[in-house]
């Protein structure tokens, strides 16, 4: 921990790490570091982007069927964990397709049971 604590002082008064006046972006920080910025975001999201035997959130959202609700308004928070979910969303039901949450993209639809 001692050690830990030592690296931690040495980055700050090398000035990676933020100090508490200065403002920090991923951009600064990699050039600090002698890290080109694309690296750090743009070759990993290429890599990902090059898999195509994995599905992409929006394909992974649309297999989840239209969950029936009781009523006229459906309640989204997207997880039953808040640390998971998303604001809640109070989505109107009133139209015969799926009504959709901007936050989380999953869908709605009105269940008329009589």
């Not at 989505?91 to 999953?106: F, N, Q, R, T």
Request: contains cysteine; charged residues 20%.
């Amino acid at each position: 921990a001692k050690m830990a604590s030592n690296l931690l002082k040495a980055l700050i008064r090398s000035q990676i790490l933020p100090s508490p006046r200065r403002n920090f972006s991923v951009a600064a920080a990699s050039i600090q570091l002698g890290i080109p910025t694309d690296d750090l975001v743009g070759n990993h999201t290429a890599k990902w982007m090059q898999d195509r035997s994995k599905k992409s959130p929006m394909e992974l959202i649309n297999e989840v069927p239209p969950i029936k609700v009781v009523g006229r308004t459906a309640a989204c928070e997207g997880d039953t964990n808040p640390a998971l979910g998303h604001p809640i969303e109070f989505i109107c039901l009133d139209l015969h397709e799926p009504a959709v949450c901007k936050y989380c993209g999953l869908r709605y639809v009105q269940d008329h049971h009589h």
